[in-house]
């Protein structure tokens, strides 16, 4: 699959309301090149000085049908993640994936214990006996992302001052060409708005 | 395997005449898997067998978005075996592959018929035959309708 690279196209409303929040509202337009709605993408940002991953993180991803529900993840590092295999027929799910090399059987009727995720990067999940299961799991230095809904859109509720990268992730992008750019929150910003073109088949 | 039963065999006989007593106290019998026709035809057979058993809506269910050439490799593996062809099967019990796959008494006698299919159209002798039939038989009590039931939901998620 060729590259796609993030084309940068910039639109910042700040509304500068007389708030006493000095946190932002950040709202993330995720649109295609064609300018329609781009849905499942992950839009996170990194502040400049990662904050230390909150302890006891948990989060789930399940096996249902014979799929993995959800099929796109995010998490932050340090996160435990669990497989309740709904299904009850036996998986194994395993990644090859630099940030997270591991085989784990997931037996009918047992629970499984929770595997901790503790490198940021982007893991791709499948099952070793029902090879059409795949799914994605971005982790991220920062406890700020969102998924974008149908409207393309991802909310960030009430981000602090400070300089951030803002990324944004979409299937089948690999690590390295996932869109970056600089987004600086002003103290008493109140709502700001970006919007993001990437590339998308 | 056809070679190094021919050649146990020659031991035995060689073992009988200079010993004096018949074959069978000095004999090296060749394993049911090498009577199989060993590899290839034990590969050639579960493939045939697994096949038509994919192909047959009313006993595929079990197999849907599965892996297939790995359940190949494991059911060869698990053959092998079983009758004694030096292999280890290294794969999970038969209650643990097909725990809550709702495996029906009809899925399971429609597999074996295929495998004897498979079986005669490799020409595989009788005996043979049924020797692996009989192997396999004991399974259906860990295949056919295994309910686990879930795990209790974790109070903490």
């Keep these: 699959m060729a590259p796609r690279h993030s084309t940068l196209l910039l639109t910042v409303a700040t509304a500068c309301l007389a708030s006493?929040?000095?946190?932002?509202?950040?709202?993330?337009?995720?649109?295609?090149?064609a300018n329609a709605p781009v849905e499942d993408a992950i839009v996170y940002a990194v502040p400049a000085s990662p904050p230390a991953p909150a302890a006891g993180l948990k989060y789930s991803i399940d096996q249902v049908n014979r799929e993995f529900v959800p099929r796109i993840n995010v998490v932050q590092t340090g996160t435990a993640v669990r497989f309740p295999n709904s299904d009850n027929i036996r998986h194994s799910v395993y990644s090859f994936s630099p940030a997270k090399v591991f085989t784990m059987k997931l037996y009918a009727g047992k629970s499984a214990d929770a595997v901790v995720f503790d490198k940021a990067g982007l893991v791709v999940l499948g099952c070793n006996i029902h090879d059409l299961m795949v799914s994605w799991l971005l982790v991220v230095d920062t406890p700020y992302f969102a998924r974008t809904d149908h409207d393309g859109t991802a909310m960030f509720s009430r981000l602090p001052p400070g300089d951030y990268t803002l990324r944004t992730w979409h299937e089948p992008m690999t690590e390295d060409q996932q869109g970056a750019e600089a987004l600086h929150v002003d103290a008493g910003a109140g709502a700001l708005t970006h919007t993001v073109h990437i590339g998308t088949p | 395997?056809?070679?190094?039963?021919?050649?146990?065999?020659?031991?035995?006989?060689?073992?009988?005449?200079?010993?004096?007593?018949h074959g069978r106290a000095w004999a090296t019998s060749p394993s049911l898997y090498a009577r199989l026709g060993g590899e290839p035809v034990v590969t050639a057979v579960v493939s045939e067998t697994i096949d038509a058993t994919v192909a047959d809506p009313r006993l595929n269910q079990s197999y849907r978005n599965t892996d297939i050439p790995r359940i190949k490799r494991l059911v060869v593996e698990q053959i092998c075996d079983l009758a004694?062809?030096?292999?280890?099967?290294?794969?999970?019990?038969?209650?643990?592959?097909?725990?809550?796959?709702?495996?029906?008494q009809r899925e399971f006698f429609g597999l074996v018929e295929n495998l004897r299919r498979a079986l005669r159209r490799h020409h595989v002798n009788l005996r043979a035959r049924n020797e692996l039939l009989a192997l396999l038989a004991p399974?259906?009590?860990?295949?056919?309708?295994?309910?686990?039931?879930?795990p209790p939901k974790d109070p903490a998620s």
Aim: proline share 4%; charged share 10%; aromatic share 2%.
């Design chain 2, 139 to 150: 399974m259906a009590p860990d295949v056919i309708n295994v309910v686990t039931p879930p």
């Design chain 2, 84 to 104: 004694g062809g030096g292999c280890h099967y290294g794969g999970d019990s038969m209650r643990e592959v097909h725990a809550n796959h709702h495996i029906t």
């Design chain 2, 1 to 21: 395997m056809k070679a190094a039963s021919k050649h146990a065999a020659l031991v035995a006989a060689a073992a009988g005449a200079l010993c004096g007593l």
């Design chain 1, 20 to 33: 006493l929040a000095s946190a932002a509202d950040l709202i993330v337009h995720v649109q295609s090149a």
